[in-house]
């Protein structure tokens, strides 16, 4: 494990960035719609568009990962979840499952990469220190490192007494890429961990003897915690706040563009990455 704040020093320099927090949406929404935006945004930014910070929340969604869509019975899992009203996608960017509602903040931030060189460690420590240094009002003890038996685990899990809060991951295109992360603030994490233990356990079906196991993450529900369970943080609004403050002291809040709110070919993109990531294999 290692100290946010220790290793944020290691970390690049924030660019100044336009904020964009899209608005709450409705259990309607399909949750692949924020991830296409991003796919929309990530390509402008790669042709000369100002670096974004995107927030969003969905009130109730599963999104999972590449390898989860592969498990054996993934297609009847994920029907599943949605006729309990839940809105499910198999993510563009890596890592694991994640249960989403009104207490989770997600957070990407949309960078150029005109070189075509990424740093992948100083990337997640960036957004790491961003998340660790939001929290400092209530907690100075976010470490990074992989919390075994969490949901989405990777090596920089942020995490508060070995509980995990945050998982961190990444999406690159050809000239921009997007670090993207999921905040537990309100609620309960062992909630989450339990309805992501469930989809894995019907996704993966009862394995006969003798047959190899299918790989997915073994979930254990005392692994995870919001920042209201850990720190006390009160609000996703709260958390957010001392978030601008942050940004707002290492970089300049550009005003957004007006074409980020209304994308063009939005529903094209979405249907483009179902067809990608969310067909039959």
Known sequence: MENVHSSAEKTTALPNLQWYEAPLTDTRMDVL???????????????????????????????????????????????????????????????????????????????????????????????????????APWSAEAQTGEITGSFCPGDYDVSVRGRKFCGIAQRRQAKAYIITAFVMIEGSGAERAQAVQQFYAAAAGDTPAGAPQPDYPLVNPATMGSLAELAGVPSVEAYTASLRRVIESRATILSVDGSLAQPQGLAEQMAALRERYDSQV
Request: glycine fraction near 8%; hydrophobic fraction near 45%; aromatic fraction near 4%.
């Open 33 to 135: 719609s924020p991830l296409a935006w991003e796919e929309l945004a990530c390509r402008q930014v790669g042709k000369g568009a100002a670096p974004v910070l995107h927030l969003w929340r969905h009130p109730a969604a599963l999104v999972i990962g590449h390898r989860d869509r592969r498990l054996p019975y993934a297609p009847q899992a994920m029907e599943r979840v949605r006729s309990a009203g839940t809105s499910v996608c198999v993510r563009p960017s890596g890592g694991a499952a994640v249960m989403l509602d009104r207490g989770v903040l997600n957070l990407s931030l949309i960078l150029p990469n005109p070189q075509r060189a990424i740093s992948l460690n100083e990337d997640f420590r960036l957004m790491a220190g961003l998340i660790a240094d939001a929290l």
